[in-house]
């Protein structure tokens, strides 16, 4: 977990994309020592880029960038939806800065396959030399890192998992769960349909956002993995539709 400080950091980072040592210093009263201290570790956790005099969060598509936004938040989502994953069990996680997360958390789980549309997700998994990753192939997005398109969907056709993790932009009532990306909409419909038991990952400032294109509705999931700010016409939403939330 991050210290208060290092949480006001990414905050200050969030808003301003940019700062420099010398504001962060003044602005909460601490030496520059401690701040290039501060900044070297969360540049460890890939959760901002050092740079000249400061530091910055950089494109918003950055899977590393977006893990910064809500971090404690989503650090423990991620640890409650660790949770569900059976030493021995093949697990698909799609994309997202909650799902990044949730694979490091799985680095210490015995023998469980991973399969991942997204290229940053398989990365931080690598350490893990007791389970095995599946990347699967297609068109590279290099903003977000995810792969996507027809040869993805192929891809998918060949395997068998027993559960997926699912991340998205935005929930209402209305429009369903939705991402910003119709490419990556695509495939992770596919992996709802596909899939026994799916998964959503996400923290509660998603839900009350509509974005670009529905991915499935409350009826083909399973699971909510968010945090216990999620309002509570959600919690009854999701509790009369049989959805069983984890809350961090």
Known sequence: MLNERQTKILKLLGRDDVTSVNDLSTGLR??????????????????????????????????????????DKKLLIARKAASLVNEGETILIESGSTNALLARELINKRNVTLITTNVFIARQFRKNEQSSIILLGGIYQH??????GKITKGCLDQINFDKAFIGI???????????????????SSYIIKKSCEAIIVSDSSKFGKTEL????YPADIKYIATDSDLAPRYKDEFALAGISLILA
């Open 30 to 71: 601490v030496s520059a020592v401690t701040i290039r201290q501060d900044l070297t570790f969360l540049e460890s956790e890939g959760l901002l880029r050092r740079v000249h005099g400061g530091a910055v969060l950089g494109d918003a598509d950055n899977l590393s960038n977006r893990m910064g936004v809500n971090y």
């Open 143 to 148: 903003g977000s890192e995810s792969v996507v």
């Open 213 to 216: 294109t529905n991915i499935c």
């Open 169 to 187: 932009d935005g929930y209402t009532t209305k429009a369903g769960f939705t991402l910003r990306d119709l490419f990556r909409a695509e495939i």
